[in-house]
């Protein structure tokens, strides 16, 4: 299983739909599609479609999310180990 990345616009936003497995390999991948966005917009990352994931994406999600990223249909699974690795902190 692989990571399958669509950008789309909507209206001031990008929006990324991730399908498939999110691990520590694509996290650089995602950081390249995002520089190719305009700096003006605001991220979306569509994350219905995300079937596996491992720990450093999550810390690479919450971070995106901490700087301002939107998750959107974000599993309850990776939600919840998202505020537990921010617990850690």
Not at 36 to 54: A, F, M, R, T, W
């Amino acid at each position: 299983m692989t990571l399958r990345i669509q950008k789309s616009a909507e209206g001031e936003q990008v929006v990324f739909t991730l399908s498939g497995r999110i691990q520590v390999e694509q996290v650089e991948e995602l950081q390249e599609h995002f520089k190719c966005g305009s700096p003006n917009h605001n991220i979306v990352l569509d994350l219905k479609e995300v079937k596996l994931i491992d720990r450093d994406a999550v810390r690479f999600l919450a971070y995106r999310e901490a700087e301002g990223t939107k998750l959107r249909n974000c599993p309850a699974y990776i939600r919840e180990w998202i505020l537990r690795e921010g617990n850690r902190k």
